[in-house]
C-alpha cells in the first residue's frame, strides 16, 4: 500500500510537523533541517554543530564532541508560522532561520519564494528558489500544514470557551495613604482575548487604570489583573464590567458603600461586599505595565 502524505483523505489524523528537509547546500552552507553543518562566518576553523528542529517552534541546541571545550555557542533556530484571517478562507505560511538572533533569510506563501535578509541570507535564498521541487513543498506547507493543523486543532484551540471568574478586593497601597485600592482580579479564562472596565456610579473610569497583561497559567488559561489607582469614595459603589466571548452578557461585579465599615481595623483579610484582600505588600510600579486591557490571538504552528 502507497504510504498517504499528512493530510489526505486516507491518512491518519496526526498533526503535521512541517519538514525542514531542504535539497542539499554548497560545501559550506548551512543545511537545512539535517545534522552537521559548518558555520559560514566560521568557514576557516570548520567549527562543525549539529542541530535539532523539535515542534512547534523550539531552538537549535549545540552538542559537542565528548571531552571537547566550549569556547562560543553558535545557534541556529528554525520556526514555522502559520497566520490565520477568518478561519482558513486566508491562510499565510511564514518559515523563518534565525542565526545567533539574527534572522537571515525566510520564506512567505504571500511571496512566493524565499527571501534573504542578510547578505548570507540572499545567497541561501537564491540557492533554494532554483530548485522547483523544493520550492512547491514550501508552497504546499499552507494546504499541507496549516490548514491541516487548523482542522484537527480548532475544535480545542480555537472553539473552546472558558467564562473567567471575577472577584474585587482592596489592596493597600505602599506609595499612598487612603483605605487602599480596589483591585479587579479577573481569572481562568480561555480565549485570551478580553476586555476590564471600571466604573463609578454609571461613569465609566478610563484614568487612572491601570493592568498586568493578560497572563497563561499554564493550563490553557488566562488571567488579569486590573487596579483602580484612585482610593474608593465614601458612599460610591465601583463596579468592574468583564466582556468575553464565552459570556452572553457582559460580567459585573460591585463593590458598594458598605466598605469601609468592613475595611476599618482589617488584617489579614478584608470583608464587605467586595471580597477579600488577596494581594499584599507589592510594588505595584513593578508590576503594572500599561492601560486598559485587550487581547490578542495568535496561532502559530
Excluded at 562566518?41 to 541546541?61: K, N, Y
Excluded at 565528548?66 to 484571517?85: R, T, Y
Excluded at 523544493?134 to 490548514?147: G, K, S, T
Aim: glycine letters at 8%; a neutral charge.
Amino acid at each position: 500500500m502507497t504510504p498517504q502524505c499528512p493530510g489526505s483523505p486516507t491518512a491518519p489524523r496526526t498533526p503535521h510537523l512541517d519538514s525542514t528537509r531542504a535539497p542539499p547546500p554548497p560545501p559550506g552552507e548551512f543545511l537545512e533541517g539535517r545534522g552537521l553543518r559548518t558555520c559560514p562566518a566560521l568557514a576557516m576553523e570548520r567549527v562543525a554543530a549539529a542541530g535539532a528542529v523539535l515542534v512547534p517552534l523550539v531552538v537549535l541546541g549545540v552538542f559537542l564532541a565528548a571531552g571537547a571545550e566550549l569556547s562560543e555557542v553558535f545557534q541556529e533556530m528554525v520556526k514555522s508560522e502559520c497566520h490565520f484571517i477568518n478561519g482558513t478562507s486566508r491562510v499565510r505560511f511564514v518559515k523563518r532561520f534565525v542565526y545567533n538572533r539574527e534572522q537571515y533569510v525566510h520564506f512567505d506563501s504571500d511571496v512566493g519564494h524565499f527571501v534573504g535578509d542578510s547578505p548570507y541570507g540572499e545567497k541561501v535564498a537564491r540557492y533554494w528558489n532554483r530548485d522547483p521541487e523544493w520550492m512547491e513543498y514550501r508552497r504546499d506547507a499552507v494546504d499541507r500544514h496549516c490548514r491541516h493543523n487548523y482542522e484537527l486543532s480548532s475544535p480545542f484551540l480555537v472553539e473552546r470557551r472558558v467564562p473567567p471568574s471575577v472577584s474585587i478586593s482592596l489592596v493597600p497601597s505602599s506609595s499612598q495613604s487612603g483605605p487602599g485600592r480596589l483591585l479587579c482580579s479577573v481569572m481562568d479564562f480561555y480565549p485570551a482575548e478580553i476586555q476590564v472596565r471600571w466604573f463609578q456610579g454609571q461613569q465609566e473610569l478610563s484614568e487612572h487604570v491601570v493592568a498586568t497583561d493578560v497572563v497563561p497559567n499554564g493550563d490553557l488559561t488566562y488571567q488579569v489583573l486590573v487596579l483602580l489607582e484612585t482610593p474608593p469614595r465614601r458612599r460610591v459603589s465601583y463596579t468592574c464590567q468583564v466582556e468575553h466571548v464565552s459570556l452572553e452578557h457582559p460580567l459585573r461585579r460591585q463593590w458598594g458603600t458598605a466598605w469601609l465599615h468592613s475595611a476599618s481595623g482589617c488584617g489579614g483579610r478584608t470583608g464587605g461586599l467586595g471580597g477579600e484582600l488577596i494581594v499584599a505588600g507589592i510594588d505595584w510600579a513593578g508590576v503594572w505595565r500599561s492601560q486598559g486591557v485587550t487581547g490578542r490571538k495568535v496561532w502559530m504552528a
